[in-house]
């Protein structure tokens, strides 16, 4: 399952507005560790899909959305609940990790 890439257009509906966990996945295309992050966020999407909503967001298309979040490196990952920022890890995490932050 390849996950969807949303924007600053659909970033308030996707995201803040969704009920449950969402892991937004803020990469660059150019970002080497994002590359090699991306399968095990679609692994992650996958096995969350009834339980968690997952989405990536290029920093570079949506630069608003970063700044909001204090974005400066990638990849930066944040789980939000409820409209809210929960937790952020920054750079390649495990799969173990990101289904714990989505717990």
Do not use: H
Request: proline fraction near 6%; charged fraction near 20%.
């Amino acid at each position: 399952m390849v996950t969807e890439i949303i924007s600053s257009n659909d970033f308030t509906q996707k995201v803040l507005e969704a009920s449950g966990p969402v892991l937004v996945d803020f990469f660059a295309t150019w970002c080497g560790p994002c590359k090699m992050l991306a399968p095990t966020i679609d692994e992650v999407n996958a096995e969350m899909a009834d339980k968690a909503r997952v989405y990536k967001l290029d920093i570079d298309q949506s630069p608003d959305i970063a700044q909001v979040y204090g974005v400066m490196s990638v990849p930066t990952l944040i789980v939000f609940k409820d409209g809210q920022p929960v937790q952020q890890a920054v750079g390649v995490q495990s799969k173990q990790t990101l289904l714990s932050m989505l717990a």
